[in-house]
Nanobody
Framework: QVQLVESGGGLVQAGGSLRLSCAAS????????MGWYRQAPGNQRELVAA???????NYADSVKGRFTISRGNAKNTVSLQMNSLKPEDTAIYYC?????????WGQGTQVTVSS
């Protein structure tokens, strides 16, 4: 079993920055991959950014150049640095971990970007 806890969401003006963190109940290096997803009202949940156990990253086209996923100094954390935020980035952001081909999710954290 894996527990994931997100933190760092909030309200920010367009052009601002936020940093989300995800704390896992075990070392992130035991996961096949970790990622951040988001879901806006009326939309499906979509991948924002992911990082594999080997350190490879991929991003949604809509966030490339603005968001950065990284491992924290603690071996059980992953962060998402979000810069140049836009109103369309408003959503609930979820941390995801794939462990033995099973997906685990955090409870989500709200990010609201005002225009």
């Amino acid at each position: 079993q894996v527990q994931l806890v997100e933190s760092g969401g909030g309200l920010v003006q367009a052009g601002g920055s936020l940093r989300l963190s995800c704390a896992a109940s075990r070392s992130i290096f035991t996961f096949n991959a970790m990622g951040w997803y988001r879901q806006a009202p009326g939309n499906q949940r979509e991948l924002v950014a992911a990082i594999t156990s080997g350190g490879s990253t991929n991003y949604a086209d809509s966030v490339k150049g603005r968001f950065t996923i990284s491992r924290g100094n603690a071996k059980n954390t992953v962060s998402l640095q979000m810069n140049s935020l836009k109103p369309e980035d408003t959503a609930i952001y979820y941390c995801n971990a794939n462990y033995y081909n099973v997906d685990y999710w955090g409870q989500g954290t709200q990010v609201t970007v005002s225009s």
